[in-house]
């Protein structure tokens, strides 16, 4: 009777023990009882009735789902190979496990049907091109797409795209060609950036060299000018001086005309055609003809004696 009694209790125990539940902070569990959706439990610990009830746990952390590589053509009926990896997040976990069936399954065939929706409305040098374009419109109609399912798609990323063989060595070529073309065209500017520039340091170093031969015939002409100027502010200082000295010596009229005469005389001893004589020439001329009458007077009384 006792050991019946303990059998009891350790399944009473064993009985209880399958009926506790943990439920991680991540995780949401929907309990079921007789085959019908009871509740919707959160993170801690719960307990359920064993053999009525049955919970199924949620994951609502972010996954990521890898579309297997797939032949799509572009709108030029150009054949590439396209892979991508899809991120998403469960909202709803009711919705992701009652209304699909496996909603990972179900949402790579989505990304497969619209990627090739997608990209059939490129044509090949814009697919290469444009994977955030791609990227963010698969993202949207798969989001809108999953959201009865209780899903969010939160990235999509296009892994590579792979043209055919003979069209990626076409490809090579031309972008070999636009490479060397590219360096002809550099050259050819560098070769006219250098003539450019030569001709401009030409032109600069004979416009310096006019200024500097200006500069410095200014600064003769200046010299020359200031060498005329002093030597006519000397000249006339100095004439001045002998004006000046002459009025207060009080000079008779037959020292000035003798001095005038002496004057004349080396006036006439120049290269000079023409000769210029003052207004007052004829009162010097005066004094001229008394000292002449002087000169024949004494001359006479010599003769006398």
């Known amino acids: 009777m006792y050991i019946l009694f303990l059998i009891i209790i350790l399944f009473l125990l064993i009985l209880a023990a399958s009926g506790i539940r943990i439920v991680r902070p991540y995780e949401r569990g929907l309990v079921e009882r007789l085959g019908k959706f009871r509740k919707e439990v ?4 719960h307990f359920i009735v064993p053999f009525f009830d049955r919970m199924q746990k949620v994951d609502l952390r972010e996954h990521v789902i890898d579309v297997p590589p797939q032949e ?10 396209v892979d991508a990896v899809i991120y998403y997040e469960i909202t709803d976990a009711y919705k992701a496990i009652y209304n699909v069936s496996s909603f990972e399954f179900a949402t790579v065939k989505l990304a497969q049907t619209n990627l090739r929706n997608v990209i059939g409305e490129l044509e090949l040098d814009q697919t290469l091109t444009s994977r ?4 963010a419109k698969l993202r949207t109609v798969l989001d809108e797409a999953t959201d009865k399912w209780g899903i969010r798609i939160t990235r999509v990323e296009i892994k590579k ?3 055919p063989k003979d069209i990626m060595e076409a490809m090579s070529k031309q972008m070999k060609a636009e490479r060397t073309k590219r360096a002809a065209i550099l050259e050819a500017e560098g070769i006219r950036q250098s003539e450019i520039l030569k001709a401009e340091g030409q032109k600069q170093a004979a416009i310096l060299k006019a200024e500097g031969e200006a500069e410095a015939i200014k600064k003769v002409a200046e010299a020359n000018k200031f060498k005329l100027i002093t030597e006519a502010q000397g000249q006339g200082e ?11 010596g009080n000079p008779t009229n037959d020292l000035l005309a003798v001095r005038y005469l002496e004057t004349l005389k080396e006036v006439a001893n120049g290269t000079a055609t023409k000769i210029f004589l003052p207004m007052e020439v ?3 001329l005066g004094s001229i003809g008394a000292i002449g009458e002087l000169f024949k007077k004494d001359g006479g ?3 006398d004696g």
């Open 42 to 45: 959160k993170a801690g610990i």
């Open 72 to 81: 799509v053509i572009t709108k030029d009926n150009v054949v590439v190979t």
């Open 132 to 135: 955030e374009r791609i990227n």
């Open 161 to 163: 795209i792979d043209p």
């Open 238 to 248: 100095a004439i001045m001086v002998v004006f000046k000295s002459i009025h207060e």
């Open 282 to 284: 004829s009162g010097i």
């Open 301 to 303: 009384e010599n003769k």
